[in-house]
Each structure stands twice: as structure tokens, then as C-alpha cells.
């Protein structure tokens, strides 16, 4: 617990292992290969209330965006055919990501002092859109970026490396530094919602390189709150130094973060 609370308020950035999730991950692992082997087809890309479907923007990759969670918003006309296990392998990937993140919320609330069931009510009928990302290599890779520098508008972000090609960086006291994942972890990163803990834990910026000979895949499920709930500094937090920032809608708070 102690190692967790550090990491969280010191990081940032973690990577989980004994989670339980090994022998779904190398399922999905294998789909999204598949998945980006596959013919460039006209799949469908939209805007609506945030990125669904398969495209790029303008960073050196390519992205496959579908809402996992809750079940009734998501869209099956943005899910592949192709491979013919992906769907069921999506959602049982979905369902597993979303047990140990609710695992985490629970370890998380204790370490702040907060309700754990308290914050893991926070995340009812949360949102999960989970992405998988395809770097193609580039002989001028110092040139491109794979995924421009960010921090993520959500709650927990879980991520798997899915091939060896590493990639990922965290920006740590104005220095870029990589990450070099262990093998069958997964990469855990605090987002900008989950500073609902009055800042405690912060969201962190990084980013994705490219690599000059070697495609990189990667799997990233995001968890947040549902569009109608609002986010601010839990009360249990406050007390002391007052909150940190304002309490807004999830939905404002996502059309601010894609707008920028």
C-alpha cells in the first residue's frame, strides 16, 4: 500500500503486476495484431462526443478507438468483423480491465483516508473507451512524434505493450524519461480526473516515440465517470487547504480536453 500510495503521488505512473488479467491480455495482444495486419479498409472515423472508430490525427500512428463501457452506449459500427474473435475477445478484456481498476480505486481510496466504496461510486456506469495504437516505423523517426505530449482526461488509464518495441516516455522534473515495460505488466497511469483527490495524485505528461526499423502496438483502456456525473476535490479532502479547483461536468470537462 505504502509502495502504491508513493508511486501515485510521486509518479504518477506505475506498472501492476499479479493482476490476475494474463491469459485475457495475450488474447487481445493477438486480435490486435491481427487487427492492424489486416488490408487498409474505408473504416469509419467520428467525432461524436469524442473519438470513435479507426483513423489517425496528425501523430506518426494509427489508432482503432471503441467505447467498451457502459454496455448500452456502445456503438457496434465501430467494431471490426475482423478478426472473427475480436468481439469476444474485446469484451472479456473490457470486463477484466475494468475488475482491476476498481481494484485500484478501492487501494487508492484507502491510501487517501477516503470511503473506498465512495470513490468507486464515483466511477458507477463510468466511461471505458479502450484504444489500440499502431507507430509504423519512420527512417526519420527524430522527425515524428508517435503520440504528441499529453496527460489523459480520465480517471485510470491502463496500458499493455503488446510487441517489444518500446516507446512510451513520462515527462519527470522537465525530463523525458522512458519507460521500459516488464513483461505481462500493466502500465497504470493516474489521469487528469482522478485529481479529484485535491491534487494528492496528479496526472503526468507523456508521450509516444517512434522507432526507426520496428512497428510499436500498444492497448490503452481509459476509465472516467460518466458524462452526466461532475468532478471536483472529494469533501474528505478539502478540509485542511481548501480545493484546489473548481467542480465541473465530466462532459464540459472532455470537450474542453479534445478542443485544446
Known sequence: MAKLHRACKEWGFFQLINHGAT?????????????????????????ICGIRGYGQKLDWGDMLFLRALPVSQRNM?????????FKATMDEYSLQMHKVCITLFKLMGANLGVDPDK?????????????????PPCQQADKVIGLTPH????????????NDVQGLQIKKSDTWVPIKPIPGAIIINIGDIMEMSNEEY????HRAIVDFH???????????????????????????IGPQYKTTETESLLRLYLSS
Open 202 to 205: 496528479s496526472s503526468i505528461e
Open 151 to 162: 496527460s489523459d482526461a480520465t480517471r485510470l488509464t491502463l496500458l499493455v505493450q503488446v
Open 77 to 85: 459500427r465501430f467494431s471490426p468483423t475482423t478478426p472473427i474473435s
Open 214 to 240: 520496428k512497428e510499436r502496438l500498444s492497448i490503452a483502456a481509459f476509465h472516467g465517470t460518466n458524462f452526466t456525473a461532475k468532478v471536483g476535490p472529494l469533501a474528505d479532502l478539502v478540509k485542511e
Open 119 to 135: 470513490l468507486c461510486s464515483i466511477y458507477q456506469d463510468g466511461i471505458q473507451g479502450i484504444r489500440m495504437n499502431y507507430y
Open 23 to 47: 491469459t485475457v491480455i495475450e488474447k487481445m495482444k493477438l486480435v490486435t495484431e491481427d487487427f492492424f495486419k489486416l488490408p487498409l479498409q474505408p473504416w469509419i472515423w467520428s467525432y
